[in-house]
């Protein structure tokens, strides 16, 4: 027998304590060195002999280390040692390499996952999109949403889509470790296999991840191309996807995912400018004989389900679809807005064309198909439920309801029984007559345009800024090249003391 050192006990436990000369010996033996505060290699901050140069040159590799020991023969070296300071001084993430697997079929595989929130809200309150790819054919879907919460409903609502309409069920479903998507008993239920990433490790979903930027990429050009305002980027991330889906890629063999998915080649006739001139039919029960037969409008794309345009009425401001739509690709509608922070674009042909652009040549619209794979048949799509689509609005005339005829409701209504018949105010004081009928008698202004029309407003303003001045709460200078100047949010309010 050999004894290897000496325990303590110490309330019921043995304390083993290996003697200074096994520490030496332990890291020229091949075995672990431990960092300075280790009590297996360490613990009376004694530096091994072996990693003396180790820790003389800042814990550099052991290619480094047999370099210099070749250089200087009297550099004694070990080569087999494991050091715990250069693991947690210089760790890094291991490389990724490109999966050598892809889904043989449709649906087998199936990406998820969440884009947002983005600072600007789309035009209808969205700050996310839900992002569906299919692993085999590339095809993409994209579902606006308002908040993460709606996703679990989304979730199965297209596994319902995909059995009714492929009459087939996903096997794997890929996403990131979110809580939305962590749905135990629904995809037990159904068979299907939940794939997650590691914690902070979206390169294992990167097939979705890098879709992203694809498609961010195509939805800029889109906004900057029509110069529509931010908030109609939830339009513009549709329609780039809608174009995705339509144009071969590489990673296809040069075919297109809807082609892969649907078997036949997507309709030519579908690909528009995004923000084009249009101009649509106005219906009948909104006009008269001799009102517009039309109104001038931009096309935001195409709504799942519908055979028509979904289009934006610049006086208006309203969405809505129609079919009767005389289209002018060559001419963007949508009017430069002064704030905009996008420089006006151009396009520099190599060779310029022969034939001339037309702008005044009127097309009618193709006829077209139901687009009816843009998105799946959910809530959410390009035009949100919420939108109205051109709803009837009657031409009746409207009168208050006889219950409200002893009310006040505004100055255009009269009561039968007026308050000024039943308010008195004889039996107050002549000073607080005089003031409650000064509240009316000097109206306060809401701008400047206002004030500027009354000389006691105007010299109230005069002294306002001459106390500015003196405290230097401004300093007045000449405005910038190309700066716009903002107005400032000032109110008047009519100050009463008591004499």
């Given at each position: 027998?050999?004894?290897?050192?000496?325990?303590?006990?110490v309330?019921?436990?043995?304390?083993?304590?290996?003697?200074?000369?096994?520490?030496?010996?332990?890291?020229?033996?091949?075995?672990?060195?431990?960092?300075?505060?280790?009590?297996?290699?360490?613990?009376?901050?004694?530096?091994?002999s072996?990693?003396?140069?180790?820790?003389?040159?800042?814990?550099?590799?052991?290619?480094?280390?047999?370099?210099?020991?070749?250089?200087?023969?009297?550099?004694?070296?070990?080569?087999?040692?494991?050091?715990?300071?250069?693991?947690?001084?210089?760790?890094?993430?291991?490389?990724?390499?490109?999966?050598?697997?892809?889904?043989?079929?449709?649906?087998?595989?199936?990406?998820?996952?969440i884009?947002?929130?983005?600072?600007?809200?789309?035009?209808?309150?969205?700050?996310?999109?839900?992002?569906?790819?299919?692993d085999?054919?590339?095809?993409?879907?994209?579902?606006?949403?308002?908040?993460?919460a709606?996703?679990?409903?989304?979730?199965?609502?297209?596994?319902?889509?995909?059995?009714?309409?492929?009459?087939?069920?996903?096997?794997?479903?890929?996403?990131?470790?979110?809580?939305?998507?962590?749905?135990h008993?629904?995809?037990?239920?159904?068979?299907?296999?939940?794939?997650?990433?590691c914690?902070?490790?979206?390169?294992?979903?990167?097939?979705?991840?890098?879709?992203?930027?694809?498609?961010?990429?195509?939805?800029?050009?889109?906004?900057?191309?029509?110069?529509?305002?931010?908030?109609?980027?939830?339009?513009?991330?549709?329609?780039a996807?809608?174009?995705?889906?339509?144009?071969?890629?590489?990673?296809?063999?040069?075919?297109?995912?809807?082609?892969?998915?649907?078997?036949?080649?997507?309709?030519?006739?579908?690909?528009?400018?995004?923000?084009?001139?249009?101009?649509a039919?106005?219906?009948?029960?909104?006009?008269?004989?001799?009102?517009?037969?039309?109104?001038?409008?931009?096309?935001?794309?195409?709504?799942?389900?519908?055979?028509?345009?979904?289009?934006?009425?610049?006086?208006?401001?309203?969405?809505?679809?129609?079919?009767?739509?005389?289209?002018?690709?060559?001419?963007?509608?949508?009017?430069?807005n002064?704030?905009?922070?996008?420089?006006?674009?151009?396009?520099?042909?190599?060779?310029?064309?022969?034939?001339?652009?037309?702008?005044?040549?009127?097309?009618?619209?193709?006829?077209?198909?139901?687009?009816?794979?843009?998105?799946?048949?959910?809530?959410?799509?390009?035009?949100?439920?919420?939108?109205?689509?051109?709803?009837?609005?009657?031409?009746?005339?409207?009168?208050?309801?006889?219950?409200?005829q002893?009310?006040?409701?505004?100055?255009?209504?009269?009561?039968?029984?007026?308050?000024?018949?039943?308010?008195?105010?004889?039996?107050?004081?002549?000073?607080h007559?005089?003031?409650?009928?000064?509240?009316?008698?000097h109206?306060?202004?809401?701008?400047?345009?206002?004030?500027?029309r009354?000389?006691?407003?105007?010299?109230?303003?005069?002294?306002?800024?001459?106390?500015?001045?003196?405290?230097?709460?401004?300093?007045?200078?000449?405005?910038?090249?190309?700066?716009?100047?903002?107005?400032?949010?000032?109110?008047?309010?009519?100050?009463?003391?008591?004499?």
């Amino acid at each position: 027998m050999k004894m290897i050192g000496l325990a303590k006990q110490v309330n019921g436990l043995y304390h083993y304590s290996p003697p200074a000369s096994h520490l030496v010996s332990s890291f020229s033996s091949n075995k672990v060195c431990n960092s300075i505060n280790s009590s297996t290699c360490n613990s009376d901050n004694i530096v091994p002999s072996d990693a003396l140069w180790h820790f003389r040159r800042g814990h550099v590799s052991h290619s480094r280390l047999h370099t210099m020991s070749s250089l200087y023969p009297s550099i004694h070296i070990n080569n087999k040692f494991v050091c715990d300071l250069c693991h947690f001084a210089k760790h890094k993430h291991l490389p990724f390499s490109v999966s050598p697997t892809n889904a043989s079929s449709n649906f087998e595989l199936i990406h998820f996952d969440i884009w947002g929130p983005i600072s600007t809200a789309s035009i209808h309150a969205h700050r996310y999109f839900f992002t569906i790819l299919d692993d085999h054919s590339r095809f993409l879907w994209i579902i606006l949403l308002k908040t993460k919460a709606e996703i679990s409903l989304h979730i199965k609502n297209f596994v319902t889509m995909i059995q009714n309409q492929f009459h087939i069920t996903p096997k794997y479903i890929r996403t990131d470790n979110g809580p939305a998507f962590l749905l135990h008993d629904f995809y037990a239920s159904h068979g299907i296999v939940h794939q997650r990433s590691c914690v902070e490790t979206p390169q294992q979903n990167g097939s979705v991840e890098g879709k992203h930027q694809h498609i961010l990429n195509i939805a800029r050009a889109l906004l900057f191309q029509s110069k529509l305002p931010p908030s109609f980027w939830s339009y513009a991330i549709l329609h780039a996807v809608f174009l995705i889906n339509r144009v071969p890629t590489p990673i296809l063999d040069n075919q297109s995912p809807y082609f892969i998915l649907y078997d036949q080649l997507p309709d030519i006739n579908l690909f528009k400018v995004f923000g084009y001139l249009c101009y649509a039919s106005t219906l009948h029960n909104h006009r008269t004989k001799l009102q517009s037969r039309a109104k001038k409008t931009v096309f935001l794309g195409y709504k799942s389900g519908y055979k028509g345009f979904v289009l934006f009425d610049i006086h208006s401001r309203e969405i809505f679809i129609s079919r009767h739509v005389s289209v002018h690709e060559n001419v963007l509608s949508y009017p430069k807005n002064s704030s905009s922070t996008t420089d006006d674009w151009q396009y520099f042909p190599i060779s310029p064309s022969k034939l001339p652009l037309s702008f005044t040549d009127q097309s009618p619209s193709p006829s077209l198909p139901i687009i009816d794979d843009i998105l799946p048949p959910i809530s959410s799509s390009s035009v949100p439920n919420d939108v109205p689509i051109s709803p009837r609005k009657s031409i009746r005339t409207r009168n208050a309801p006889s219950h409200l005829q002893d009310y006040v409701c505004n100055s255009s209504h009269t009561s039968t029984y007026p308050l000024s018949n039943y308010i008195s105010y004889n039996n107050v004081s002549a000073n607080h007559a005089s003031f409650v009928l000064s509240l009316q008698t000097h109206p306060e202004p809401t701008t400047y345009d206002e004030a500027s029309r009354h000389d006691c407003w105007k010299q109230a303003t005069q002294v306002e800024l001459l106390a500015f001045e003196k405290t230097s709460t401004w300093d007045v200078m000449d405005l910038p090249p190309h700066a716009k100047p903002t107005s400032a949010n000032q109110g008047y309010k009519t100050c009463f003391f008591e004499i």
